[in-house]
């Protein structure tokens, strides 16, 4: 019997930087039905040589990636039960794709792929289908840990890159599972990099990294692979007014997913620097009603007692008032810049934590009482 199945969380609107509405949706999970294909996931090429077989030397080196990166890439499938109107559970399918990253059967995703799944199976180079349970996640970065027992088969990971050293123009391979047809692989060119990308309210894809390779529903949490094989992103969103490939994808760096798979591999949680003091937003209007020497920053409210912020002499709001219908605590620090970058919004501050690790000193910029100051503050961890 056919199961009831339905557009995902994961394949929904998101916001790129202030271009709001404009059909940037996350490539790929919950699609719809995932339909078995009846193409070969992994056909035998008979090339021996790139030469004899007719083929130039960029193709021979796509044949070369493919076959060898392939065999790691995972085809994921998501179930949960949900319930219709009438209270009756409805069996709920989702799909997406990962990679192995080690011998120990841990492989890396997206978030929104495994996100609320009751069970979740991978299927790899083999059709054996392997049950895989959840390590962990980061939720600000969309990235996920899972695990499969291997049963004693050998898989070769991929190898991981250094996304620091990306190049506009450079050639991206993409491999993943659109629209459910397993394996398959894209290829274009690295088209931009650092672009942020807002997905949510607090969660964004920090230095993206933007490519034409094709991404569609289904290759989330894909690798995104340079030309020596090595994979320098995953695969995780898109932009497209028609909901289809328009050749503007975005993958999260592999150093970023690399941290944070360590750390869950490690300490089974993401390790995030924190600066232990909370803040708003200031605006020309907000700063004119309470006499502010600036015109953009974040109003620190609250000082977390025995926190970085608070060791580093950092002031607190000292006094509640209102303007309008918002209640402020006003008073304390004007936080202006961190390290000589700007801070005008909370995603601002965000940005600049996750780039951070706990541990690490960094100078905040602060207005107090019309006076600009330098204070160093080491970061904590939370």
């Known amino acids: 019997m056919k199961q009831n199945l339905r557009e995902g969380r994961a394949v929904r609107f998101l916001t790129i930087g202030l271009i709001i509405g404009l059909g940037a949706y996350w490539a790929g999970s919950r699609y719809g039905p995932h339909t078995p294909t009846t193409v070969n996931a992994h056909p035998t090429l008979a090339i021996t040589n ?15 990636i493919y076959r060898q990166a392939s065999p790691a ?3 994921i499938v998501t179930r949960t039960v949900e319930y219709d109107f009438f209270y009756n559970p409805v069996p709920v399918e989702g799909a997406g794709s990962g990679f192995l990253i080690d011998t120990d059967g841990h492989i890396l995703t997206n978030l929104h792929v495994v996100q609320g799944a009751q069970t979740i199976e991978v299927t790899l180079s083999d059709p054996t289908p392997y049950t895989a349970k959840l390590i962990g996640a980061d939720t600000r970065n969309d990235i996920a840990l899972i695990q499969i027992d291997t049963k004693g088969k050998k898989f070769t990971p991929l190898p991981l890159g250094d996304s620091r050293n990306l190049l506009v123009g450079q050639r991206a391979l993409a491999i993943g599972n659109p ?5 398959t692989l894209t290829t274009g060119i690295v088209s931009a990099l650092g672009r942020t990308v807002q997905t949510g309210p607090t969660t964004f894809i920090d230095e993206a990294i933007q490519t034409d390779a094709s991404i569609n529903r289904g290759n989330s949490g894909g690798p995104l692979l340079d030309s020596h094989g090595q994979v320098i992103g995953i695969n995780s969103a898109i932009y497209s007014p028609s909901g289809a490939a328009a050749g ?8 970023t997913a690399r941290r944070v798979a360590e750390d869950l591999i490690k300490y089974g949680r993401v390790r995030r620097a924190t600066l232990g003091a909370e803040g708003r937003a200031i605006w ?3 700063a004119e009603a309470l006499n502010l020497n600036v015109q953009q920053g974040i109003l620190i409210e609250h000082v977390e007692p025995g926190g970085p912020a608070a060791l580093a002499g950092i002031h607190g709001g000292t006094k509640s008032g209102r303007l309008g219908l918002q209640q402020l605590v006003v008073g304390g620090d004007v936080l202006i810049a961190i390290d000589g970058k700007a801070v005008t919004s909370q995603m601002d501050l965000n940005l600049l934590l996750n780039r951070s ?3 690490d000193t960094i100078t905040l910029t602060l207005m107090r009482n019309g006076q600009k100051m330098n204070i160093p503050v080491k970061l904590g961890e939370s």
Do not use: K, M
């Open 179 to 183: 629209f459910g047809f397993s394996s």
């Open 50 to 64: 790139g030469t004899e077989s007719g083929l130039d030397p960029t193709e021979t080196e796509n044949v070369r």
């Open 73 to 75: 890439v995972a085809n």
């Open 357 to 359: 690790q706990p541990g």
């Open 284 to 286: 020309p209007g907000l």
């Open 248 to 255: 503007i994808g975005f993958a999260i760096p592999i150093n």
